[in-house]
Structures are given as C-alpha cells and as structure tokens.
C-alpha cells in the first residue's frame, strides 16, 4: 500500500504513549502506523520526535482595543508564525458590536479569517453585558459551529455577578464550554487610582494593581458560581498559585473546572516590567507576570495536573502602541506574542529540565487543549485524524528574537532565551507547510472548525 505522505523513523509521542513507528497519511487524515511503509512522498525522522500538531485554544488576532489600536498580528501572519511554531489550530473570539446580533458578528469575523488563515481555527463567542439581552440567540450560535463562550471579569467586557450567573446558565443550556478571565475589577481600578494618584506611572506598578490574592478570589467566585449553575469552567491565562489552589479544590470535589497557563507565567519574572528605556511596558499582560516563586509553582501544577493546558494568550501589540503608557501604565495595551515560542519552549523548560515528561508535554499542548476545545480530529495522533504532525527536533538549539521569530512585532519579551528543541516540519491536513525554516503554505488553505456538542 502506497500512502500520500510517510513519516519513517521517527520516535512517535503522544499524550498516552511514546513508541518507534512509520506514520502513513492518505487524503488528509492519518491512516496507518507501522514499519517501512511506503509513501509518494517520505520524511525521514530519524533522531525526531513525531508529535500531533499543537493546539493554541486562546489568541487574539487584529483584535480591537478601539482609537486605532489593534494586536499587530493579522490572521495571516499570526497563523504564520503558529505554523513555523508546530500550532496546527488556534481558537480566537468573536466580539460582538451593539448593532449586531451575535450571528452576524460570527460571520464577520470568519469574512476576516478565511481568506487568510493557513492553519486551521475555530472561535469563541464573547459574552459581554450587551448580550445578556441576547442570550436567546445562542441556540443559533450553537447551531453555527460555535461551541465556547468567553466571559470576563474586568475591562468593558466585565459581567457583575448576575449577568455572570445567567450567561453561564444560557451557555449551559445549549451545551456550551464557558471559559472566563477572572480578575476582581473593582480591586484593580482603585489600585491603579491610587498609585497614579501618587504618581506611580510606571509599568513596575502594573502588577502590584492586580494582586494575586485577588485573581485567586475572582477565580473562586466564578467556580462558585459555575457549580451552582451546574456547568463546567474552563479558567483563562492562570498566573499564581491562590488560582491553582481554586481549582485543585474544585476539581477535588468532583466539578468539572479546568486551567490553563502561558509561556510568559513560564519564563518571565515581574522584573521584565522594569526594563530601561521604557520597555517594561513589552511584558504587560493581564493577569501580569509575578515574582519567580509563582513561575516555580505553575511548573509544579502542571507537574501535578493541576493545571491542565499550556495556551499563549497570543495578543501582540507595535511598539509603538505599546509607548501609550509611558506616563499612564494602565492605558498600555495588554498582551504579548508566544504563539511561535510555545511549543518549543514548554520542551526545554519542561522535558530538557524533567519537570515534565514529553507524554505530558504533548498532552499540554496538543491533545487536552483539542478536549477541551471540542476541536474533533485534531490534538492527536490516531488513525482516522487529521493529519496534523510535527516533526520535532529535540537537539536543535534557538536563541529567541526578533530575528529568529516571525510575529508582526518589533519586539519580543523573551530576547535572549535559549531553547532547546525546534519544529523541524510542521505538517497540516497532510500538507507540509513548514519545512526546515521554510514556509509553503498559502493564504486561506486553513479551514473553519464546525463544531458539535
């Protein structure tokens, strides 16, 4: 049997198993594992590791701030640099206008994707307090591929208690995946108006305004809510460990509460926000970066499971955007770009290390994301899947830059680092669209994920 593509003598892993096989693929899809299979097209991976292709469930692509500020990364260069990266699907957001129903937002935002992206993505539905009054709407979004629902608990998107408990309900009605940005807003606006009130301007003061203590109350009170309502919660972006202890004890009691970390809780300390020359503001993200004893207690969660999904929260913003805050750090925009660095470095700062071993890796980073996501076929490598595969050297070395990544982005806030471990191919639906450092895919080969409860 003569198959599409074979991938010989590699080192297969995944989140269950790691195992020597050929791996054949025929019309997309993997169809076969074995020895000396044959195949029109042959990559050796001799010394490689053979993993599925890594699942990003949390960026946002041109995402709006409004006055002309928008995240850098397009849908195509965003996907791009996932692609180089070994993602092979991302999950963004729909965010819907106060003229729109939620549908037509949901459309909008696929017009801005399709003819762009070369991975494949599906979306979230934002909840915001205009779409408390449309609730009703969301058996139609059910209908239309959309399975996930984010909520949050700062900015203007922030639901009060009530409209959090009845968003929950409604997304629980249709089937939904509720996932939320838990912070305690209240606390953070009068933080930052005490410290710009004391002429505390700086990006240091960032993460002094939103105290941990505080994300881990906000996460608690959106658990409690969650199991009162009786629906799963999956928690954005977790950033200490008061959050981890949240959900630990959640998950404890038998409730379906699941987390998720980033690179930047992995490999940044809050001393990025005191770089000279004004670039602190590169690192402010919200939930911020903490003090290094918090990045050693996310290692140790997702040593133990607590912590279930590494994701990037990819949001890049020029640098110019960024300068917005040099006398105001709370009008700087928040996010910064991982979603190339991601794979890789949960590689060298977990397995390289042994903090984590490479099934949990995969699992981390491929397969639970894909679960919790209900991105069907994807996360996995399982005959009937698609054949979304990396091809992962584990001994290439890569000094994180500017020049060495390929987001929108003069800057990056992990200049310097060095990780061991590099995609070598990246290999979506059968098609190999990274290629030691070459790039082949095209604008819109990436499709939409329909999904189903």
């Known amino acids: ?50 993993t599925p292709g890594a699942v990003d469930i949390h960026v946002h692509m041109q995402m709006s701030l409004g006055d002309g500020v928008v995240s850098a990364d397009t849908f195509l260069t965003g996907t791009r640099a996932a692609a180089f990266g070994g993602t092979t699907a991302i999950v963004d957001f729909v965010e ?29 539905m934002t909840l915001g307090p205009d779409e408390i009054s449309k609730l009703d709407q969301l058996t139609a979004v059910a209908a239309a591929g959309i399975t996930s629902y984010k909520l949050y608990m700062a900015y203007g998107f922030r639901l009060t208690d009530d409209q959090l408990y009845r968003a929950l309900r409604a997304v629980r009605d249709v089937g939904g995946m509720p996932v939320i940005h838990a912070e305690n807003w209240d606390i953070i606006n009068a933080l930052v ?22 994300e881990g109350e906000a996460a608690g ?14 928690i954005f972006h977790v950033s200490c460990r008061e959050v981890v202890a949240k959900i630990a004890a959640a998950r404890r009691q038998g409730l379906p509460i699941t987390g998720e970390t980033c690179p930047q809780y992995l490999n940044l300390t809050w001393e990025a ?32 499971g607590e912590l279930q999904v590494v994701t990037t ?58 679960k919790i996501a209900n991105l069907a ?3 996995d490598l399982i005959v009937g899947y698609d054949a979304d595969i990396v091809i992962f050297d584990p001994g290439q070395k890569r000094i994180l830059s500017p020049e060495t990544l390929h987001e929108n982005v003069s800057w990056t806030p992990y200049n310097g680092l060095e990780i061991q471990g590099w995609p070598k191919v990246t290999i979506s639906r059968g098609e190999v669209i ?3 450092g070459r790039f082949f895919g095209k604008p819109g080969r990436g499709q939409f994920i329909f999904r189903k409860v």
């Open 377 to 379: 076929g994807k996360g």
């Open 434 to 436: 990274v290629h030691d």
């Open 193 to 214: 108006a005490d410290n710009l009130a004391a002429g505390r301007t700086s990006s240091h003061w960032h993460p002094r305004s939103r105290p941990a203590l505080f």
């Open 313 to 370: 929260d990819h949001c890049p913003f020029s640098a110019e955007d960024k300068a917005r805050g040099r006398d105001d750090y709370s009008q700087i925009p928040g996010g910064v770009p991982s979603i190339e660095m991601r794979f890789a470095s949960m590689y060298s700062g977990g397995v390289v290390t042994g903090r984590l071993t490479p099934n949990q890796w995969v699992d981390l980073c491929c397969t639970t994301p894909a």
């Open 273 to 304: 926000y005191d770089a000279p020359g004004g670039r602190g503001a590169y690192a402010v993200c919200s939930p911020p970066i903490r003090d290094r004893s918090q990045q050693q207690a996310l290692w140790q969660a997702l040593a133990r």
């Open 221 to 234: 009170r959106a658990i409690d809510i969650a199991a009162y309502v009786g629906t799963p919660l999956h």
């Open 1 to 50: 049997m003569i198959f599409d593509l074979v991938i010989q003598n590699g080192t297969v892993v995944t989140s269950a198993a790691t195992f020597q096989a050929d791996v054949g693929v025929r019309d997309g899809k993997i169809a076969a594992f074995g020895q000396s299979l044959e195949g029109e097209r042959v990559l050796d991976a001799t010394d490689m590791l053979v």
């Open 96 to 124: 819907v206008e106060p003229q729109q129903s939620m549908i037509e937002a949901l459309h909008a935002r696929q017009a801005e994707a399709d003819p762009q992206v070369v991975i494949d993505y599906a979306l979230h």
